[in-house]
């Protein structure tokens, strides 16, 4: 498998450290609000990640943390009246509740950085010893970070370029600007913790490093490209510096969301939250959107775009039934598949995987599940080829496909009929559509066709299409959807 390494700016072959086990640490949230469309992507990026090494037979052990006391936190529980832990547990238990609707699975760990305040104190503790940070009068401890050579290797960034812009605000007992708090010393009101150099908490980025420690070295740290700098970057100085030992091998970044081609911000007004975007669409349209761009690229979120993205799901779902429903009604007989599709079917088996291993091209793998979409409904529109046994075997497979593509995606999985049930009836909302309206005109319109009044019924299906719904009538009966 190939895998974007921000470190080395390149591709490059992933091989776990340790044969057969893979460490995975990730960034979390910090739990002061609810999440919003760029938190969506960055855990659906890292779920499929680990979903595709697990397919690989990898033993992954993955972690993502809280980050549970922090300014914003602090903020939000003063502004709200609130006790700082009672936020930071409402928006965890939110952050869980919005991950699993979206079908993200749990991490094998989910640390929470008020757990390991000792831990984050040893680090501080090491790093003054060797010179490496130091206390000031206030009680904050910083890190020098001209102490640390490699300094921006993540980011690329050059200790001449930071300095022109670096400057010690008022009140701070930096000796250079360039140095980042490791420990903040307490201020009234605020949450703070016995510490070596009196009363305080952490600061962000010592977090994560005492959160990680456990796996290291890890095979991969990922987050948002909003994290190289200055979180990650901060976070390999103090833990490398430290422990004299590599964080991790591979930096694995996801790109940004914008909403309708501008940068997501509440100034803006577009600031959009998972629940937000859930009122009108169903979580596997959201999952699908998100994944429809390779990771590392940026994603433009609007309404237009989701509707793309439930059409080419609603695709996918009506094949899975047909399929159904073919191998349920047909009397096999003994016709073999022509070579040409036979062999064209067979080549696309790998493809999905082999897109996923070039740096986890979701929307290459994508391209081939339509391919093998679209192969299935040719298929099924001939009427001769699909009754035969080599049909059969065919429709079979593309199932056992669809179930593989579901373990790995986190897609494809529901039972399809239900599912474009659920679509339709969404898409009828989310157009202000009165549904119970729909039934009774359907309920008629039954009616009308079971009297033979046809002149009725299609004056039915006339004001059912002036409400965007479209009327099919099939073997099965009548069936509705939306335009």
């Known amino acids: 498998m190939l895998l974007y390494n921000t470190l080395t700016r390149k591709k490059e072959t992933f091989t776990p450290l340790r044969p057969g086990k893979v460490h995975m640490y990730v960034c979390g949230i910090t739990a002061y609000d609810l999440c919003h469309i760029g938190h969506a992507r960055s855990a659906i990026v890292f779920d499929l990640l680990v979903r595709h090494l697990r397919a690989q037979g990898l033993d992954v052990t993955f972690v993502r943390n809280f980050t549970d006391v922090d300014d914003k936190i602090i903020n939000r529980a003063n502004k709200e009246g609130r006790d700082w832990k009672e936020i930071a547990e409402t928006y965890i238990r939110a952050f869980h509740e919005d991950m699993d609707r979206l079908n993200v699975l749990r991490a094998d760990h989910e640390p929470r950085a008020t757990e390991h305040i000792a831990e984050m104190q040893d680090i501080c503790t090491t790093l003054i ?260 046994d080599g049909a059969k075997a065919l429709l079979e497979d593309f199932l056992r496909r669809a179930q593989d593509w579901s373990r790995l995606f986190g897609l494809f999985g529901q039972e399809p009929e239900a599912f474009l049930l659920a679509m339709r009836d969404q898409k009828a909302r989310r157009n202000k559509v009165d549904l119970a309206r729909v039934e009774d005109l359907m309920a008629q319109r039954a009616t009308a066709r079971q009297n033979k009044d046809f002149a009725r019924s299609d004056a039915l299906r006339d004001e059912l299409a002036a409400l965007g719904v479209m009327v099919r009538d099939t073997p099965q009966g009548q069936l509705w959807d939306m335009d």
């Open 129 to 388: 010893n060797q010179g490496k940070a130091y206390a000031t009068p206030s009680g904050d401890v910083y890190f020098r970070v001209r102490s640390y050579p490699p300094y921006g290797k993540l980011s690329g960034r050059s200790l001449d370029e930071l300095q022109a812009g670096a400057r010690v605000a008022p009140g701070e007992e930096k000796e250079d600007p360039l140095d980042f708090a490791l420990w903040k010393g307490a201020k009234p009101g605020e949450p703070s913790w016995d510490s070596p150099w009196g009363k305080g908490r952490p600061g962000w980025h010592i977090e994560c490093s005492a959160m990680s420690k456990p796996y290291l070295p890890l095979d991969i740290h990922g987050g948002g490209q909003d994290l190289i700098f200055p979180h990650h970057e901060n976070e390999i100085a103090q833990t490398e510096a430290s422990c004299h030992c590599q964080l991790a091998r591979f930096w694995v970044h996801n790109g940004f969301v914008q909403i309708n081609a501008e940068k997501m911000s509440k100034s803006l007004g577009n600031f959009k939250t998972i629940r937000d975007i859930l009122d009108g669409y169903l979580p596997e349209t959201l999952r699908f959107f998100l994944l429809g761009k390779q990771y590392r690229s940026p994603i433009d979120f609007s309404a237009e775009a989701m509707d793309e993205a439930e059409r080419a799901l609603h695709r996918v779902y009506e094949c899975l039934r047909e399929v159904r429903l073919a191998l349920e009604r047909a009397k096999w007989k003994k016709i073999a598949l022509p070579a040409d599709l036979a062999k064209e079917w067979e080549e696309l088996a790998p493809t999905v995987t082999e897109a996923l291993d070039d740096d986890l091209n979701s929307a290459q793998a994508f391209g081939h599940i339509f391919t093998q979409v679209r192969l299935v409904n040719r298929l099924l529109e001939d009427k001769a080829l699909r009754a035969g």
